[in-house]
Nanobody, 124 residues
Framework: VQLQASGGGLVQPGGSLTLSCAGS????????MGWFRQPPGKDREFVGA????????YYGDSVKDRFTISREYGKSTVSLQMSNLKLGDTAVYFC??????????????????WGRGTLVTVSS
């Protein structure tokens, strides 16, 4: 499975931005998908995940209520809608995927497949 993320850029604090990720191959349609981010000089942080149907999602505490993951039923594309962005949201955002699905896939080792990342910069 190959993952291609897009949509990163520069946004002002309080603004919104949407990232997209497309997975290749039919098998990706049945995989869980999600997002991690890595702020400058810090470790990778779990952002959120969605199951294959798009009906189940969960988020990291730092983005809950501000970010939304969307996925159409059985599709291998996912979006991350980010609102009320803060300076601390500046990071490289990675799209991830895995064959499995649980309600606790919050570490990098939980995901086999990683995209290259797209940079989001929140700055005035």
């Amino acid at each position: 499975v190959q993952l291609q993320a897009s949509g990163g850029g520069l946004v002002q604090p309080g603004g919104s931005l949407t990232l997209s990720c497309a997975g290749s191959g039919d098998s990706a349609k049945t995989y869980s998908m999600g997002w991690f981010r890595q702020p400058p000089g810090k470790d990778r942080e779990f952002v959120g995940a969605v199951n294959w149907s798009g009906r189940s999602t969960y988020y990291g505490d730092s983005v809950k209520d501000r970010f939304t993951i969307s996925r159409e039923y059985g599709k291998s594309t996912v979006s991350l809608q980010m609102s009320n962005l803060k300076l601390g949201d500046t990071a490289v955002y990675f799209c991830v995927s895995d064959e499995s699905w649980t309600w606790s896939m919050t570490t990098p080792n939980d995901y086999h497949y990683w995209g290259r990342g797209t940079l989001v910069t929140v700055s005035s």
